[in-house]
């Protein structure tokens, strides 16, 4: 048996596809025959093993026969070749939507009828895939870097945008992979994610684990910074300390300044400290009967420590973000308080500056100055997607954008985890590279239940959002 495989490169218009790849196989039957032999059965097995599935845009299977008998009796032989292979390779997983089979007699020959050798060339039945490019989410869609070069030898100012963010860069502060102060020209690259639409499908997980539990982020502000010299990456020496005054995008309650790890896990590195110096906050409105007595918490955050303190009681310390009322008050009036989110902790008193002044910058990498929350009503959701026709949507990339917080979130398409009552939208890009957006209002309408499955009916966006900034004017992002 004879394998036959080409690439080719075919254009295409639009954002639908750029270029196309083409896998075409070839699999032989014995004379007179539409049963697979063993060799025809070894062929369509590795063709199974090799066929990447998901980025198949169609499939396309001829059936031939040699030049023996008549054109009807060849027509349907071919026919019912083509029909086996199709049958062979739908059961291995190809979507049947995907494939058109044809068949062609003996119109189409590859070797001379005249020999033994040439027919068996002719018994075939060629499949030949179309595939969608590898998928890459469009330069439009992604953050954009800005570029600064500077002379290491001497202490730096670096203003890094027109609305105050500063960084400070003490001289002599790089090194190369060796240790080596860089003493040449260094390029500074600067990446900022100032809201959701830009944090989608930026690839950045926006959630935080503290011990067995995960958080979400809504974020004041999210950046990654990288130095190269001579095109080479470097590294911050150990004894120096770039500090950076940041422009805060939003100012959510209790901010704290995190970044990715080696581990690829965010970690906290600092606390930010609101106006007025003291990080102190009255609980507004809680109130619980504690053996008759009327009881107001006052509460401190030290780290994960809270330290709640009452009027004539000694501090008691509470490890987490939650805390239980029932506690400290001798199990009556069982109530439940957040420290986080639009929860119990909001003081007016105490706000953050529009610049939040002396952020350690120790290390390259991506940095996060964030509020973090607990997710209430946490729903795994199964999912499967259409268009308004109804024609299934072959997912590739999802963010989950809930509008109440600056924060997006990424999923495999075919499962995300969310708030059912939140006000979610769903982006993703397909295969091809075309955009759906779901309406506002939509999941929610929906009362999605934990572990159930659900198809989505999404808009194609494709003609109106060509890049992040759109996604944020049409959901009404104001970042």
């Known amino acids: 048996m004879k394998n036959r495989i080409c690439i080719a490169l075919l254009c295409a218009v639009g954002m639908n596809l750029s270029y196309a790849q083409v896998k075409k196989e070839t699999i032989f039957f014995d004379y007179n025959s539409y049963s697979l032999n063993e060799s025809a059965e070894n062929s369509l097995n590795q063709l199974l ?3 990447e599935k998901e980025r198949i845009h169609s499939l396309k299977i001829i059936g031939h026969t040699d030049g023996d008998g008549s054109n009807t009796y060849n027509e349907l032989l071919s026919k019912n070749r083509a029909k086996t292979v199709k049958s062979i390779l739908t059961i291995g997983g190809v ?14 020959p590859i070797a001379s009828n005249f020999n033994a050798t040439g027919k068996q ?6 499949v030949i895939v179309d595939y969608y490019p590898e998928f890459k989410i469009p330069e439009s869609f992604k953050v954009q870097a800005k570029h600064f070069d500077i002379n290491p030898n001497k202490d730096t100012i670096l203003a890094l ?3 105050g963010s500063c960084l400070h860069i003490p ?14 020209q260094v390029k500074l690259s ?11 499908f930026s690839g950045i997980k926006m959630t935080y684990w503290r011990g067995s539990q995960e958080y979400n982020f809504n974020s004041a502000g999210m950046f990654e910074l990288q130095g190269f010299s001579n095109g080479s990456e470097l590294e911050i020496a150990d004894n120096k300390n770039l500090t950076l005054d940041y422009a805060l995008a939003a100012k959510p309650n209790e901010i704290d300044f995190f970044k990715i790890n080696e581990n690829g896990n965010w970690e906290e590195i600092q606390e930010i400290e609101k106006n007025g110096g003291e990080n102190d906050h009255i609980i507004p409105d809680i109130s619980f009967r504690g053996g008759g007595e009327f009881i107001r918490a006052k509460f401190k955050k030290k780290r994960n420590l ?8 000694k501090i008691v310390e509470l490890d987490g973000d939650e805390f239980n009322l029932d506690m400290l008050a001798n199990n009556k009036d069982r109530r439940k308080g957040t420290l986080l989110g639009d929860g119990y902790g909001t003081d007016p008193g105490h706000t953050y500056p529009d610049i939040v002044k002396g952020l350690n910058v120790k290390s390259f990498g991506v940095y996060n100055c964030d509020q973090i929350y607990r997710l209430p009503n946490r729903a795994n959701i199964l999912a499967k997607y259409i268009d308004e026709k109804g024609n299934p949507i072959h997912a590739k990339v999802l963010s989950l954008i809930d509008l109440k917080f600056n924060g997006a979130f990424s999923f495999d398409p075919k499962r995300f985890v969310c708030n059912p009552s939140a006000d979610n939208i769903i982006a993703l890009f397909d295969q091809s590279g075309k955009i759906y957006v779901s309406e506002k209002g939509q999941l929610k309408a929906m009362d999605l239940k934990d572990n159930q499955s659900y198809t989505f009916t999404l808009k194609d966006m494709t003609n109106e959002l060509k890049s992040s900034k759109d996604l944020a004017d049409y959901l009404g992002i104001k970042i």
């Open 306 to 313: 809270w330290k709640l303190k009452f009027k004539g009681e």
């Open 171 to 184: 001289k002599n502060s790089f090194i190369d992979k060796n240790g080596n102060t860089i003493s040449e």
């Open 190 to 200: 600067y990446k900022e994610y100032r809201n959701s639409a830009d944090m989608a």
């Open 49 to 51: 093993q090799t066929l």
């Open 161 to 163: 945008d027109s609305i």
């Open 121 to 126: 060339q002719n018994r075939r039945v060629e």
């Open 95 to 108: 979507p049947s939507e995907k494939i058109k089979f044809e068949y062609k007699g003996e119109e189409s």
